[in-house]
């Protein structure tokens, strides 16, 4: 890996800052598309999409609380509904500032002000690289909705179902995105400082470093 030339060094460097909008946007378009459902003493009920079995719980947990009814499972439903929309928003936010102010960044020498103001507006957000590997796997909560649904069904309210997709289950692909994302982001970690192609890393010239010697 270290024998690879300089420009796919550098590419990749770029890319670890730019999968994560990529990948939210995949994750965005196929929850919006119906292609999984429950299936209830052998009938198949109906095909839903991530967003319309979100909205359908957020239904039934507004009726339950009407009736009090619904015990552990309208609380545990109630707030993963509400981290359904929280948590990939701020993904969203995240993952654009990243790709933006990474894009910004990097299309200047590493010392200038525009390239070290990119990053501070980045550091807002994502102080630091922990914080960009966690915020990867915002998104899994949101995927994770209908095994959180089965789980109310079968575990708590004692009913035979069972969750069947006709593509790959959500949580599995925006785990293998988060997974895929973070791992090319320690990869590359050395080439981002040989290149200065790190965006947690604010690079000064040496004239400003003269000058915060001198107190100026």
Not at 54 to 81: D, K, M, Y
Not at 105 to 134: D, E, G, Q, W
Not at 159 to 185: G, K, N, Q
Request: with cysteine; hydrophobic share 55%; aromatic share 12%.
């Amino acid at each position: 890996m270290s024998a690879l030339p300089k420009p796919l060094r550098r590419f990749l460097c770029r890319l670890c800052y730019l999968l994560p909008a990529v990948f939210g946007i995949v994750l965005l378009v196929l929850a919006a598309i119906p292609h999984f459902w429950y299936v209830f003493d052998h009938q198949a009920m109906e095909t839903h999409s991530l967003f319309s079995l979100q909205g359908n719980t957020w239904a039934w947990t507004q009726s339950a609380a009407a009736e009090e009814s619904g015990g552990i499972s309208l609380l545990l439903l109630r707030i993963w509904c509400v981290l359904f929309w929280a948590l990939p928003i701020l993904y969203g936010i995240v993952a654009a500032t990243a790709a933006l102010t990474s894009s910004i960044a990097f299309a200047y020498s590493p010392t200038s002000r525009v390239a070290n103001k990119a990053k501070r507006v980045l550091h807002l957000l994502c102080p630091n690289r922990i914080c960009f590997l966690l915020f990867q796997f915002l998104p899994l909560v949101a995927a994770l909705l209908p095994q959180v649904l089965l789980f109310c069904y079968t575990a708590l309210m004692g009913m035979e179902m069972r969750l069947a997709t006709e593509l790959c289950h959500d949580w599995i692909l925006a785990s293998c995105f988060a997974l895929l994302s973070s791992i090319l982001f320690f990869v590359t970690l050395p080439w981002q400082r040989e290149e200065r192609l790190d965006m947690f890393r604010i690079y000064k010239s040496k004239d400003a470093i003269k000058k915060e010697e001198a107190g100026l």
